[in-house]
């Protein structure tokens, strides 16, 4: 009588488990792994940008509250701008800010200027879309006046003939005056008072004008500094 045969179970495993000399169970096993270890990484990734856009996000929102200091800073300059323009009986007060965008092909920073604040009287046409993005280079011969750092009133036709020159009377700006803003010693910007008329300008008080041009400076630099560091604006000097 025959004795039935002995099956090695481990052996019977091992086949189970191998198809074409491979381990099919180890296989799925490594598998399962790596795609478990890729979802938590890709999670983790997730979970990180949501969050940087979520703070980038409250962030922006947060400046568009009354509370914030971007709101209550540039609220204040505002209100200061329209201040002179009615106090020197002016047709525009403005603020253009001096920036860098963009490179030459020789690698040398583009420095612009762009305007940032305007009080406009009835009537006055914004030169919002005229200042934006100017070359400095352009404007040279305005930018020497502004070195003197005198509020003294201008009379455009008797500038010498330039692009600046004519950038000014495309605006109908008969006369004008401005100082720089500063930050420490560096020359940020301006601000600037225009009168579209003959009748204003020989109208204008320039010692009222030189006056307010300068409180006007002084708060403006203050709460530019201040909205730049963070610190508690709305300073009134």
């Known amino acids: 009588m025959s004795t039935p045969d002995v099956v090695d179970i481990a052996i019977v495993t091992s ?5 074409w000399y491979m381990d099919v169970f180890g296989s799925w096993m490594e598998f399962g792994m790596a795609l478990m270890a890729l979802a938590l990484g890709a999670a983790f990734v997730w979970l990180s940008v949501r969050k940087h856009f979520n703070e980038k996000r409250l962030r ?14 540039h609220t204040r ?25 963009g490179y030459f092909l020789d690698g040398i920073s583009m420095k612009k200027m762009s305007l940032t604040h ?11 879309h005229i200042k934006k993005d100017l070359l400095l280079s352009m404007c040279v011969d305005g ?10 009133l201008y009379i455009t036709e008797q500038l010498n003939d330039s692009w600046c020159k004519q950038l000014l009377q495309n ?24 009168w579209g008329s003959w009748t204003k300008t020989d109208d204008v008080d320039e010692e009222v004008v030189s006056k307010e041009l300068e409180h006007t400076r002084k708060i403006i630099e203050v709460q530019l500094s201040l909205e730049k560091g963070g610190n508690v604006p709305n ?3």
């Open 15 to 19: 086949m189970d488990n191998n198809v």
């Open 60 to 73: 922006i929102n947060g400046l568009l509250l009354p509370s914030s200091y971007f709101w209550q800073s």
């Open 77 to 101: 300059i505002n209100e200061i701008l329209t201040e002179l323009r009615v106090k020197t009986d002016a047709g525009r007060a403005q603020v253009v800010q001096f920036h860098n965008t």
């Open 118 to 128: 305007e009080s406009l009287t009835n009537g006055v046409s914004s030169e919002f």
């Open 143 to 152: 930018l020497n006046l502004l070195t003197k750092d005198t509020p003294e």
């Open 171 to 194: 605006s109908n700006v008969v006369s004008f005056a401005f100082l720089p803003l500063r930050r420490q010693t560096t020359i940020v910007g301006y601000v600037m008072v225009q």
């Open 235 to 237: 300073v009134r000097c």
